[in-house]
């Protein structure tokens, strides 16, 4: 069994903008993830259990005088690799929400309440890099997007200095 502390930061990137009809793609803020992970390989069999408990610290947007409230999330997720270069991972996903402030009033009605099913696939096409698609299925909540939500990812391990 392994255990890693993660930090993690997303950035506001290009120009927020809260319009009626428009759905952003971000809500114009700077968050700060702090992640405690464990997980176990179960080699000889190609499978592995891993679990994520996090804080999101969500910084107000002095732009639209919005502050969307921190949450807590967690993610566990189950995995197999099937042969040496096609993996396959069920993860459950969950996040809970705080009331969000705008215009500095609370809004209750805008806590974010969600839990996701994400089956996924990845190709490793060559040594140290990985390609991870999957979709994310949301099975209830309260406040989250409706739909699927199709995910892609890419990774990269390997030694950068060449040394």
Known sequence: MV???KFLFK???????NEQ???PTGEGQWDFDFIFQVGR???PFRAYLNADL???MRLKNATIDRDPGDEFFWIGEFGYQGTDRISVALKFEGIRGQKSVTLGLKNASDVKKITYISPSVSVQPYSGTR???GV?????GQNFPAGLMWTIGLTYQGDLTGS
């Open 3 to 5: 255990s890693s502390i």
């Open 131 to 133: 390609i991870e698609a």
């Open 41 to 43: 390989s179960f080699w």
């Open 54 to 56: 996090g804080y999101r």
């Open 136 to 140: 994310r299925l949301s099975i209830n």
């Open 11 to 17: 950035a506001p990137t290009g120009k927020f903008k």
């Open 21 to 23: 009809g428009l759905i």
